[in-house]
């Protein structure tokens, strides 16, 4: 059952230390909404829907300054790591000034995430994000969009420079934001660009609006469009495939492509829930990411992704198999089989659970899987190495407070702004 890869183990195992398992790939972030976790939680209008929830993220979003953003990643990475994280694919693209003006170093923001992922010691996928149109009809971006823009030129020529800083720790992909934001020659001219092997990230089909305008504009559902116009293949991520015809589950799993399902932001948005179990029979590659950072925890990622299918089959233990029974196992196996296809890192980091905590006292090999995804979380933590680095000791990363101090100065700027 362990999959054996680059000299690492797909696999839990009882260690002196407390069980030892793979850490899990983030595959979706994005950093600065983390500001505004639990924030959108009011009526504003009695239809409040993933579209009103948006107009307060841009207002969010409309703050940030490359320093603010540096600070709030740094507390993300810290948690994400204390949480069992040990990669992030970071989908940015608030890049450029609130006017749309460029920053004095045009890739300061994407600067700022790269340093907040070294100070943390996070393995970092920064997927710069472009995004040029505000819908699907080709509409120019709105006054609130504007910082996210860029011409394919400025977009490729952003890549480029981001490139000559890639190490073990840091890959640098590309993103196109959506459908919506990416017009079709615009789609094709980045691909062609591209170097070979270059992961790529999409926003595919969150929400029936923007499935229901790819049809009236396209002619086609949003994933049947990009199977049809892309050479979609291991080196994609398609983000929220979350509305798909049976033709489509089985098109993407078909293509070696990953799913990055962000169970906990899809709940909170009102999204949808992804057609897991049609989508695990098709043999499809699929991963977790915390997206919005409503919840920034694997455990509760992976635990809601089993709990919206067993909601909706009024049944229960779905992921799951004859072959492998335990639903927990299932799921990390899931995670940890996609990490290096979507994040580019073909390594195995490590996260050690304690032994001794509640909730594993008395776990063996079958179990602790299923106790730590369903009955625990992440005060089973115990320690995280990446890259050699023993990065949270006992719970705690090595910069915890140091992080904390930055992020509440930087939360009392935001919040005043
Ligand atoms: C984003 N987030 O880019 O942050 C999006 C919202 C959009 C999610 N889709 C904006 N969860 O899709 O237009
Ligand atoms: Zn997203």
Redesign the pocket.
């Known amino acids: 059952m362990a999959l054996r890869e680059n000299g690492g183990m797909h696999d839990i195992q009882l260690t002196e230390r407390g069980w030892a398992l793979p850490g899990i790939a983030n595959l979706h972030s ?1 950093a600065f ?1 983390r500001a505004m976790a639990g924030m959108a939680e009011r009526q504003g209008d009695p239809n409040d829907s993933f579209w009103t929830w ?1 107009e307060t ?1 841009y207002a969010m979003a409309a703050r940030f300054t490359p320093e603010l953003l540096r600070a709030v990643a740094a507390q993300l990475y810290v948690e994400m790591l204390e949480a069992g994280y040990t990669s992030v694919c970071e989908f940015h ?1 608030l890049h450029h000034r609130p006017d749309g003006g460029f920053h004095d170093d045009r890739a300061a923001m994407s600067q700022a995430l790269i340093e907040a992922a070294r100070a943390t010691g996070i393995r970092l996928t920064l997927l710069p994000v472009l995004y040029m149109s505000g819908g699907f009809d080709g509409r120019a971006l709105s006054e609130r969009q504007r910082r996210f823009g860029h011409s394919v030129e400025d977009y490729l020529r952003l890549l480029e420079g981001l490139r000559a800083q890639e190490n073990a720790s840091l890959n640098i992909g590309c993103a196109l ?2 459908l ?1 934001a990416v017009p079709e020659g615009a789609v094709r001219e980045v691909l062609a660009a591209l170097p070979q092997g270059s992961r790529i990230h999409i ?1 595919i089909a ?1 929400q029936m609006a923007e499935v229901e305008d790819s049809i009236a504009v396209r002619g086609a559902r949003p994933v049947r469009w990009l199977l049809d116009h892309a050479d979609v293949d291991a080196r994609w991520t398609l983000v ?1 495939a979350t509305h798909l015809d049976d033709g489509e589950v089985r098109g993407i799993a078909g293509s070696g492509a990953t799913v990055a399902i ?1 169970t906990t ?1 899809e709940g909170n ?1 009102g999204d949808g829930l992804f057609p897991l179990r049609d989508y695990l029979d098709a043999g499809g590659r699929w991963g977790v990411g915390s ?2 950072h409503i919840s920034v925890s694997p455990v509760e990622e992976l635990r809601w992704l089993e709990y919206g299918q067993r909601l909706r089959a009024q049944r229960r233990n779905i992921a799951s198999s004859a072959a492998m029974p335990s639903v927990g196992e299932t799921l990390l196996h899931g995670a940890w089989q996609s990490a290096a296809a979507s994040t580019g890192f073909d390594v195995i980091d490590e996260v050690v659970l304690d032994a001794d905590a509640p909730v594993l006292i008395g776990a063996t090999r079958e179990d602790v899987a299923d106790r730590w995804l369903f009955a625990g979380n992440r005060d089973a933590v115990k320690d995280v190495h990446v890259a050699g680095h023993h990065v949270v000791i006992n719970g705690r990363h090595i910069a915890h407070d140091a992080a904390l101090v930055d992020y509440r100065r930087a939360i009392t700027t935001l919040l005043a702004g």
């Open positions: 994005h909404q948006r993220m693209y934001h959506s919506r926003h969150e929220h962000c932001t948005l997206d919005s």
